[in-house]
């Protein structure tokens, strides 16, 4: 099995990654909190084998020629092991924070896609740049701007999905799903697979040509009496969006996420926490030592995917990661 974790932050990211390697990381990827998300991955392509992604880079904010020439440009760095990530996020954070547009969002994600596709296409083979779309329109690549054909094939796009309807155009239109990491067994096989085979089977696609990629949140036990209160604050933050509430309806526990979200709204982000009972804990993040770790995983994600990445809240020690890995039969 593939066990991919984060990076956190650009600084010192070179020899971290070359730690994590050593671990049994077969790679390591960034998301968009408070650092850019592909500074570090430009450090991280130098350590020969590993395996580099995003995950996620928002894309709405983004134009695709800025996302193409970056994703191109760390592909050619890591000699063909970067994977472009993309997600969505929020209303609220793609119109408040971020001062873009998020209508229609499905549709929206699927054309940019398609113009990454046509721009990468483009680059190739010299064909003229003509893509002309509802959000996205690209007619002009002079030859001043063009690249050329990257000798490892151009980035695989992977989208970040949790609902079903963008789970399944994810499974129309890319190369692979990276399935949030606030879920559960439970959601991720009744909800998240048959959304990925409909989608499979809308564009004639097989299961084959796409890549599910599992998130699981990880809190590994340290004897502390707080070891898991991170963990704790991370759950409800996610459990207070209205996003993630059917990870929730699933379990039974849907009313809580009203509650976590008025409390949000009043800044009591410590009490949120309390309301993450030991039974939401430990169906959602995978908790205890690393052999638990473990088990909790390889019973979350058996039969879907043999790679998949670990989420937590700080960097995870690197003897911790070794166990989990060793105990997941991981490539070391």
């Not at 547009?101 to 940019?112: I, N, S």
């Not at 991370?234 to 969006?241: E, Q, R």
């Not at 809580?256 to 409390?263: D, H, I, V």
Request: hydrophobic content about 40%; charged content about 20%; proline content about 7%.
């Amino acid at each position: 099995m593939k066990i991919m974790t984060a990076l956190f932050g650009p600084t010192d990211v070179v020899h971290r990654a070359e730690a994590l390697k050593e671990a049994g990381a077969s790679g390591v990827f960034t998301f968009e909190g408070p650092h850019d998300v592909f500074t570090p991955l430009v450090l991280a392509s130098q350590v020969t084998g590993l395996d580099v992604m995003s995950n996620v880079a928002i894309g709405f904010p983004r134009n695709p020629i800025q996302l193409a020439h970056q994703a191109n440009d760390l592909q050619l760095l890591s000699e063909g092991r970067f994977v472009l990530g993309l997600g969505t996020q929020v209303r609220a954070q793609i119109e408040k924070r971020y001062g873009a547009e998020f209508d229609r969002p499905v549709e929206r994600m699927k054309e940019l896609v398609g113009a990454l596709r046509a721009i990468f296409a483009t680059w190739a083979t010299g064909e003229r740049l003509d893509f002309r779309g509802e959000y996205y329109r690209h007619t002009l690549m002079t030859p001043t701007f063009v690249p050329g054909p990257n000798p490892y094939g151009p980035p695989p796009i992977y989208l970040g999905a949790l609902g079903p309807r963008l789970t399944r155009a994810t499974a129309e239109v890319a190369d692979g799903l990276l399935v949030m990491p606030f879920g559960s067994k439970k959601f991720l096989h009744e909800s998240t697979m048959p959304a990925v085979r409909a989608g499979l089977a809308a564009a004639g696609r097989s299961e084959d040509d796409f890549e599910v990629v599992p998130e699981v949140i990880v809190s590994v036990a340290t004897g502390r009496d707080d070891d898991h209160a991170s963990t704790r604050m991370l759950l409800a933050f996610y459990g207070s969006t209205p996003a993630y509430k059917p990870v929730l309806d699933a379990h039974g526990w849907g009313d809580l996420q009203p509650e976590l979200n008025a409390m949000s709204k009043q800044g009591r982000w410590a009490e949120m926490a309390t309301l993450i009972s030991d039974d939401i804990l430990h169906t959602i993040a995978a908790c205890g030592t690393p052999a638990e770790v473990a088990a909790h995983i390889r019973d979350r994600v058996d039969g879907v995917s043999d790679r998949l990445c670990l989420y937590q809240t700080g960097p995870i020690a690197t003897d911790a990661l070794a166990e989990i890995v060793d105990a997941l039969g991981g490539d070391r």
